[in-house]
C-alpha cells in the first residue's frame, strides 16, 4: 500500500527564523525533508502575475462586440488620408470606464509632395475606475473632413464594448 502524504512529526521540524525564507527541515524514513513556506506576504497577486494585454482591432472590426477586462488595452489602428484633410475624431464618452490613453497619426512612407498617400490613425484605451456591474460602452469613431459643410462624406467606425463589474 502506498503512502500518499508524509507526515513530519513538529519534533523534527527545525524552524530558522533568522533568514529571509524560513525552511523546515528533518527526516523521515531515512529522507531528508526540506520545506520552504510561503507566506502571504512573499506570494504575488494573481493579477500581479497577469501581464497587461493588449487588444489591437483595425477596419475590419468594425460593427464587433468585445469584452474587456481591467488589464486589458485597446489599440484601434484605422487607415487614414491626413494629407487629404480627412481626420478620425472619437465621438464623446461622456462617464465611460474606456478613456483614451493616446492617439497617434502615422503618414505613409513615401516620396515627397505626394498627396493623399494612405497612413494610420492609432487610437490607443484603457479601462479605468471600478463599477459595480458590468457596462455596454459604444466605443465610435468618425471620419470626416471637418472644413466640409455637412457630415456627407463621413464614416463612422464602431464597436461594442463590454467592460465587467469589478
Same mark, same amino acid.
Given at each position: 500500500? !502506498? ?9 523534527l521540524?527545525? *524552524? ?24 502571504p ?8 502575475? @497577469?501581464k ?12 464587433? $462586440? ?14 487614414? !488620408? ?6 478620425? #475624431? ?5 462617464? #465611460?470606464?474606456? @478613456?483614451?490613453? #493616446?492617439?497617434?497619426?502615422?503618414p ?5 509632395g ?13 479601462? #479605468? ?9 459604444? *466605443? $465610435?469613431?468618425?471620419?470626416? @473632413? ?8 463621413? @464614416? ?11
Amino acid at each position: 500500500m !502506498k503512502r500518499l502524504h508524509h507526515v513530519v512529526p513538529l519534533s523534527l521540524c527545525l *524552524l530558522t527564523a533568522t533568514s529571509t525564507s524560513p525552511v523546515m527541515a528533518g527526516s523521515l524514513d531515512g529522507k531528508r525533508v526540506d520545506y520552504t513556506p510561503q507566506f502571504p506576504s512573499q506570494r504575488q497577486s494573481k493579477t500581479a502575475a @497577469r501581464k497587461p494585454r493588449v487588444r489591437t482591432l483595425t477596419e475590419s472590426s468594425n460593427g464587433l $462586440k468585445v469584452a474587456m477586462q481591467r488589464n486589458e488595452t485597446l489599440i484601434v489602428r484605422l487607415p487614414d !488620408k491626413a494629407s487629404t484633410g480627412s481626420v478620425w #475624431s472619437l465621438v464623446a464618452m461622456p462617464n #465611460s470606464p474606456l @478613456r483614451l490613453l #493616446s492617439q497617434t497619426q502615422r503618414p505613409a512612407k513615401v516620396p515627397a509632395g505626394f498627396v493623399g498617400a494612405p497612413g494610420v490613425h492609432e487610437f490607443k484605451f484603457a479601462v #479605468s475606475g471600478r463599477a459595480s456591474f458590468a457596462r455596454t460602452i459604444y *466605443l $465610435k469613431l468618425l471620419q470626416l @473632413r471637418p472644413f466640409e459643410k455637412g457630415i456627407g462624406g463621413a @464614416r463612422l467606425w464602431e464597436i461594442k464594448v463590454i467592460v465587467p463589474a469589478s
